[in-house]
């Protein structure tokens, strides 16, 4: 079982940034994709991004209408994958979960279905809430 822990999320004001973590316990999350996805309350989980295992892979790929204020990223020393979040909205108070699944064809990349948000391994969230 993978387990997978989100951090990072805390209430700010429209306008300001955050930075999320994911990090694995007693997992290698280095050579598999990892997505991100968000529930705003009372709507269905969508996506936000996804990033391979390696660069050389591929970009990142994000939902279209979020491409200009996320950053997902990682840091293979660390064992975490993040998502910077910038000139947050209202809109953006959601809980983030970040997913993956060792377990699928060719794991270390984001599938042209990553959006479908199919993954075997989530984890908790980690609530953002956006508001002045």
């Known amino acids: 079982q993978v387990q997978l822990v989100e951090s990072g999320g805390e209430s700010v004001q429209p306008g300001g940034s955050l930075k999320l973590s994911c990090r694995a316990a007693?997992?290698?999350?280095?050579?598999?994709?990892v997505a991100w996805f968000r529930q705003a309350p009372g709507k269905e989980r969508e996506p936000v991004a996804c990033i391979n295992s390696n660069d050389r892979d591929g970009s990142p790929s994000y939902a279209e209408s979020l491409k200009s204020r996320f950053t997902i990223s990682r840091d293979k020393t660390k064992n975490m994958v993040y998502l910077q979040i910038d000139s947050l909205e209202p809109e953006d108070t959601a809980v983030y979960y970040c997913?993956?699944?060792?377990?699928?064809?060719?794991?270390?990349?984001?599938?042209?279905?990553?959006?479908?948000?199919?993954?075997?391994?989530w984890g908790r969230g980690t609530q953002v809430t956006v508001s002045s």
């Open positions: 007693r997992f290698a999350l280095d050579y598999y994709a």
């Open positions: 997913a993956t699944d060792p377990w699928q064809d060719q794991s270390h990349l984001c599938a042209s279905t990553w959006h479908l948000g199919t993954y075997k391994s």
